[in-house]
């Protein structure tokens, strides 16, 4: 289940940055309300739904085969997962908004 989410995230990753390389200079693309702006919150959006749909498929077959023990390990290593590949997507948020130089600018 891991490495199927790690793949989708990879996938969501990809589009990201397509559409990100494929924008105005990021001034233009900062807008609220713009295609970029909203990017992010679609991207990330789509990989929590993504774990919720994992986890809600496999729960009764993981926990009749396995029990509520290996579950919860796999839950864990689903969010995990989920967190790195997050702390990625939000990395590219902060380069392609330059945050580093709009918090260093007072």
Same mark, same amino acid.
């Given at each position: ?9 990879? %996938?969501?990753?990809? !589009?990201? @940055? +397509?559409? &990100? @390389? !494929?924008?105005?200079?990021? /001034? ?8 970029? /702006?909203? +990017? *992010?919150?679609?991207? &990330?959006? /789509?990989?929590?739904?993504?774990? $919720?749909? #994992?986890? %809600?498929?496999? %729960? ?5 085969? *396995?029990?509520?023990? #290996? *579950? ?15 702390? =990625?997507?939000?990395? =590219? *948020?902060? %380069?392609?908004?330059?945050? $580093?130089?709009?918090?260093?600018? !007072?």
């Amino acid at each position: 289940m891991r490495l199927v989410l790690g793949g989708k995230a990879r %996938e969501l990753y990809q !589009s990201l @940055d +397509t559409v &990100l @390389d !494929s924008k105005p200079p990021p /001034a233009a693309a900062n807008k609220p309300g713009t295609a970029a /702006a909203t +990017t *992010f919150i679609d991207v &990330l959006s /789509a990989l929590l739904r993504e774990v $919720a749909m #994992a986890v %809600e498929q496999d %729960e009764q077959a993981i926990t009749s085969t *396995f029990g509520a023990a #290996a *579950f919860l390990d796999v839950v864990v290593g689903v969010q995990a997962e989920c967190d790195s590949q997050g702390l =990625r997507m939000l990395q =590219r *948020f902060v %380069e392609a908004r330059r945050v $580093a130089q709009h918090v260093n600018v !007072s």
